[in-house]
């Protein structure tokens, strides 16, 4: 079972959230949450596997809630799904940074949430290769290096990593990725796998991210 935490200020909304993932058997909702405080309190309490965080609340936004649960420094990070209405604007960016593994729109088809959710907990991101090229590039300038030496950490990989990784930060899937390079889409899963072990990152979009900090990529004007 996957335990669920649903955090939205919207009642109607997080009882819909509730209704939806409570037919499913393998979804198993554990709490809920109105406002941002609430929301990391019952997510350490609980430690669901995934805590549907919406953007906008009260007492603490969804941003810094999900930066206290699953940002750099935390011991015990718990998986956060973003789930908003604002599309591929600065808030969505601002919660992946703070360690978001991905987001929806809340008018996803039901069965695009579900999956989504499913895609978290088993630890992969959820970023469609679209919506990561939109995202990132719309938003690049915002990741430029903060601090000298950052492109440092890309002489761990091998010079076909690199191609992987520049291609995983343009937003290709393991599929596509296999028919650029012509090599099987298990081979692509173990380069992908390698890269995030060197680059000690969590998931796909801290890799995206990491690859326009580094310049390896940079957004389209």
């Known amino acids: 079972m996957i335990r669920v935490l649903v955090c939205d200020d919207q009642a109607l909304i997080r009882a819909g959230f509730v209704t939806v993932f409570g037919l499913q058997p393998d979804l198993d909702v554990v709490g809920e949450a109105s406002d941002g405080e609430t929301a990391v309190r019952e997510a350490r309490r609980l430690q669901p596997d995934v805590v549907v965080m919406d953007i906008r ?37 601002e919660a992946l940074r703070a360690g978001a593994s991905g987001f929806l729109l809340k008018d996803a088809q039901p069965t695009e949430l579900i999956e989504g959710i499913r895609t978290v907990a088993r630890g992969e991101s959820l970023l469609a290769p679209a919506v990561t090229r939109g ?6 300038d915002r990741v430029r290096p903060s601090t000298p030496g950052v492109s440092d950490r890309l002489a ?15 937003g290709l899937s393991n599929a596509e ?3 650029r390079l012509v090599i099987g889409q298990e081979t692509v899963k173990t380069y992908v796998s390698r890269i995030l072990t060197k680059l000690d990152l969590r998931d796909r979009v801290q890799a995206v991210i990491l690859a326009y900090q580094t310049g390896l990529v940079t957004a389209q004007p």
């Open 177 to 179: 990725i296999a028919g």
């Open 156 to 170: 761990a990989l091998t010079p076909r990593e690199v191609e992987v990784f520049r291609l995983i930060a343009e």
């Open 135 to 140: 995202l990132v590039g719309k938003f690049g």
């Open 57 to 93: 609340m009260p007492l603490l936004d969804g941003i810094e809630a999900t930066r206290r649960l699953a940002g750099p420094g935390v011991a015990a990070p718990i998986k956060v799904l973003v789930v908003t209405t604002f599309n591929l604007d600065k808030y969505v960016y």
